[in-house]
Every structure is written in structure tokens, then in C-alpha cells.
């Protein structure tokens, strides 16, 4: 037999989740946030398997126009973007999940001759584990995969640059401000003289689009949002009744955000046996499950400079629907 033409891929992939996996701290924040006057939980816990499905379901529906308008800019901007970010060596992705879009980037980056290495950033060990291997293998290139939870074990990924640190998807959008603030900021320290950030933002829009986004006909974002009380169930020995329970999303326009909520249908007491916990909802109370906040390019420049960021590049997709930004540490 032939001896195999393959070149060993140099693929690594490094775990820094803390001891109790990457959802150690979610018993401690689901009681603060189920606890307080106005009730929340954290948009991180619609992510078990059924509820990644769903948001795949989403990202595909008439209404959704997000996903579909970062491809387009990522397909007709590419290699514009990897010029304005220097040609870069390496790109860093955070929230790297599958990387499907990210082979655009990755494809431009080649193209211009400069892409050298890639390091996919995600909380998921199995993704980022296949991610690395097939990228590792497609483009024949350095991979170092970090598994952890970028908001908190943040730090310089040892590469060569010059550096693209890539935030894709308007995930951005679910941050509070301080939390947003602080992340960026952080970031801003983490680039270098010649690194860029590339951020994508979902854009202020009239109330109707930004609304039907949130609500969509097929009811699949109701079935993501009350999905997270099936992933409390699962991992909390909650007893919520989804049927007691439904979807609210709303713009809200002094907040740049669109509110994201479930109500409850009956006045109800919900059990959560790991926590000790019995929750009690009067008719039509809500807990705020996540907000999706839209920027304009002139409000980000207004974050970044806060960050210590400086806007270097703006692109958005024909419908100026959605925006993708460079930025660099201000000098
Ligand atoms: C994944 C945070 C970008 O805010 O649009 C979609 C999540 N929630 N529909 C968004 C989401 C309901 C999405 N992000």
C-alpha cells in the first residue's frame, strides 16, 4: 500500500472550563436571577442541544434577517475587511460554534497569502474539538482551539500576528452595557499594536422588522425562549409547565433592545428541588430571558472609544440591515 500523502494536521485544542464543566455557576445564577423583584434568567442556558437546534431553525426563517445579512456582507466584504485588518496571520474567533461562517473569512485570509493559523474560542468542548480538526484539515494550517467561557478566561491566545479577533453572529447584542463595556474593554487589552476586533452588530431598524424578528409566524422563537424552562427542568429538577407560560418580545426604543420574555399564564408556584427553591408568579409576571440590543454605527464608535477602541472600518449588507465594524486599540 501506498504510504498516505497526508501531512499531520497541527491541531491543539486547550480546556479551561472550570471544575464543574461549563455549567458550574448556572445554580448560583439561577437563583439570584428567579429571586429578584423583576425576574431574569441569562440567555446562555438556551443552548442545550435542543435549543441550539432551534436557534439553527431560526437563523432560517423569512423573519430572521440577521444571520442572512452578516453572510452577505461576509461574502461581498471579505477580502476588503482582511485588507483593512492588515492581512492578518491568525484569526481568533470567540463563540466560534461550528465556524460556518467563518470560512469566508478564512477563505480571504488565504487568498491575501497571510492566513497562518486559526483559534475557534467556544464553551463547548465537542464543537470546538470537531471545529479545530476539520479547519485543521481543510486549510492545512495551525489550530488551537480554547475551550472555556470567553467572558470569563479571556486571554491572549499565544499565535503569531498580526491578529483578527473575530465576535460574530450579534451576540454582542445580548450583553447588559457594564457587561458589554468590560468585555470590550478587555479585548481592547488584548490586541496589539497591529490586531483588529471584528464585531458584528444587528442595526436600529423600524419597530415592525426588529418585532416580527423576535416573533415570527412559525412560533420557533416561542419554542427556543420557552425551551429554556425544559433546560431547568432537565438541570435543575425544576417543574415548570411550558404550557403555562408564553413568549413576549418587544422593541424597546429607549433601550436600543428588544425585550425578550416569558409570561406566566396563571398565577403558579414553580419547584426547583436542586435549588430548595419554590418560585411564586402572579398572572402575567415575566422573567426577562434575554435582550438583543441594535446599534447605529455612531453609538458604537461611542462604545469603543469608551473601551479604549478605535473604529477603523464599517460595512454593512445592501438593505443596511446589519453592520459589521474593525476595530483596533486606540493609540
Ligand atoms: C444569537 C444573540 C444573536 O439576539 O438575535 C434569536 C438570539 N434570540 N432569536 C439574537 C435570538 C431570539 C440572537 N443572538
Redesign the pocket.
Given at each position: 500500500m501506498a504510504p498516505s500523502a497526508e501531512t499531520t494536521p497541527d491541531v491543539e485544542v486547550e480546556v479551561r472550563l472550570p471544575p464543574g464543566g461549563p455549567l458550574s455557576g448556572m445554580a448560583a445564577d439561577v437563583r439570584i436571577g428567579l429571586t429578584k423583584p423583576f425576574k431574569e434568567l441569562s440567555?446562555r442556558y438556551?443552548y442545550d442541544e435542543r435549543g441550539s437546534e432551534l436557534?439553527e431553525e431560526?437563523?432560517e426563517l423569512p423573519e430572521?434577517y440577521?444571520?442572512r445579512s452578516e453572510r452577505a456582507i461576509l461574502k461581498n466584504d471579505s477580502a476588503e475587511i482582511v485588507e483593512a485588518a492588515g492581512n492578518p496571520a491568525t484569526l481568533i474567533e470567540l463563540g466560534s460554534g461550528s465556524a460556518l461562517k467563518t470560512r469566508v473569512l478564512l477563505d480571504a485570509m488565504q487568498d491575501a497569502g497571510g492566513l497562518r493559523a486559526y483559534a475557534p474560542v467556544d464553551i463547548s468542548e465537542e464543537i470546538t474539538r470537531d471545529t479545530a480538526a476539520k479547519v485543521g484539515d481543510e486549510y492545512g494550517i495551525q489550530v488551537r482551539g480554547l475551550v472555556c467561557d470567553f467572558e470569563r478566561d479571556l486571554e491572549r491566545v499565544p499565535l503569531g500576528g498580526p491578529r483578527v479577533v473575530a465576535f460574530l453572529?450579534?451576540?454582542i447584542?445580548?450583553f447588559e452595557p457594564q457587561q458589554r463595556a468590560s468585555f470590550l474593554a478587555r479585548v481592547a487589552n488584548l490586541l496589539g499594536p497591529e490586531d483588529h476586533f471584528l464585531l458584528?452588530t444587528?442595526l436600529i431598524k423600524d419597530r415592525e422588522t426588529l418585532e416580527a424578528?423576535?416573533n415570527d409566524s412559525a412560533g420557533v422563537?416561542a419554542e427556543?425562549?420557552l425551551n429554556v424552562l425544559a433546560v431547568l427542568n432537565e438541570r435543575l429538577g425544576a417543574d415548570f409547565d411550558l404550557s403555562a407560560f408564553e413568549h413576549a418580545?418587544f422593541w424597546d426604543e429607549e433601550n436600543l433592545f428588544?425585550d425578550?420574555r416569558l409570561r406566566s399564564l396563571r398565577r403558579q408556584l414553580v419547584e426547583i428541588s436542586e435549588l430548595g427553591l419554590t418560585v411564586g408568579f402572579e398572572r402575567s409576571e415575566e422573567i426577562r430571558t434575554?435582550?438583543?440590543?441594535k446599534f447605529r454605527r455612531e453609538g458604537l464608535e461611542g462604545i469603543y472609544a469608551e473601551a479604549g477602541l478605535e473604529m477603523s472600518g464599517w460595512w454593512t449588507d445592501p438593505e443596511g440591515l446589519y453592520g459589521l465594524s474593525l476595530a483596533r486599540a486606540a493609540g
Open positions: 440567555p438556551f436557534f431560526i437563523t430572521y440577521p444571520t453572529g450579534g451576540t447584542g445580548n458584528g444587528d424578528a423576535y422563537t427556543f425562549n418580545a428588544v425578550i434575554e435582550i438583543s440590543t
